[in-house]
């Protein structure tokens, strides 16, 4: 093949090949003929990362051309591009967000005595939506759409390791329906999920950003608060109480008492993992449930 029909291929390429300098300099660019995803970008060519991109963003990219010079590995890195970061598109513009797959290889040759690499960029947004659905229903209860027992695990265990740490103190309340069994054998199922539900908006109505609730299983929940003490936890949890016992009266129930029992316990330095944090609250629920239902106990 000679010169014109290397270049012809390159031009054809569905998705764009950059040429980038160790400063940020784009030295050259090939392809982007997907128009489904990419701008003609000849441009960019002569310009700088940092005339094209917010500071922050140059710096990320100048960060990892520079990682792939000194490894001289394939770098493979997934980052974002929103309207914002685009210097040439004015704030007040819609928030799009665009992700892409960014192969990154230094390159045997110099230009203008600077080591540069070769940039192919990937739009993966699709991808990347339909993962984060993945991710999202994996972690999450259907029904109740809290999470679920094993994101509880995940997250409980970060925050053990957090306290360890850095001593970042951190609530863990358990709680389950009292008389719940009763509601399913005589109202059914369909009552049942719907009581599930109710206290499920109530817990999300009352957390901060911070906060994350879990159904650990059946009736029992788990509701996680950082930075936070157990009186400020108790606080909480008498609250969250007396709310359910308000939309309790909405249920319609023959007979039959609903009500939340909740035992709050903290991160303590005796506890060797998250699992015996969790068995504490969850012995803390049950010395409530035993000692009259309705009842929110600490330890």
């Not at 390159?10 to 300098?21: E, Q, R, T």
């Not at 994996?138 to 695990?153: K, S, V, W, Y």
Request: negative net charge; charged residues 30%; contains cysteine.
């Amino acid at each position: 093949m000679n010169i014109k029909q290397i270049q012809s291929v390159l031009g054809a390429l569905p998705d764009p090949v950059f040429i980038l300098s160790g400063s940020g300099k784009y030295v050259a660019l090939f392809g982007g003929q997907d128009v489904r995803y990419y701008h003609d970008g000849t441009s960019l060519v002569g310009q700088n990362l940092f005339d094209v991109l917010v500071t922050e963003k140059a710096e990320f990219f100048v960060a990892k051309i520079n990682e792939a010079i000194q490894s001289n590995d394939m770098l493979v890195v997934e980052y974002e591009l929103r309207d914002k970061d685009i210097l040439a598109i004015p704030d007040a513009g819609p928030e799009k967000s665009v992700w892409y797959e960014g192969r990154v290889q230094r390159l045997d040759f110099t230009v203008e005595d600077e080591e540069v690499v070769l940039w192919v960029a990937t739009n993966i947004s699709e991808r990347y939506k339909l993962e984060k659905k993945l991710r999202y229903w994996g972690d999450t209860d259907q029904l109740t759409e809290l999470f679920n027992r094993r994101r509880l695990e995940q997250d409980l265990a970060k925050h053990h390791a957090s306290f360890s740490r850095y001593d970042v103190t951190t609530s863990v309340l358990m709680l389950d329906l009292d008389n719940f069994k009763s509601v399913n054998d005589t109202e059914g199922h369909h009552k049942g999920d719907e009581i599930l539900v109710a206290l499920s908006t109530i817990v999300r109505g009352e957390m901060r950003e911070a906060d994350a609730a879990y159904r650990y299983g059946g009736d029992e929940f788990v509701i996680v608060l950082p930075n936070t003490r157990k009186s400020e936890a108790t606080v909480f949890a008498e609250r969250l109480s007396a709310q359910f016992a308000e939309q309790a009266k909405t249920f319609s129930l023959s007979n039959i008492d609903v009500s939340i029992s909740i035992g709050v316990t903290v991160i303590t330095c005796t506890d060797d993992s998250h699992e015996m944090t969790l068995r504490r609250a969850d012995k803390l629920l049950y010395d409530a449930k035993r000692s009259g239902k309705n009842t929110v106990k600490s330890g």
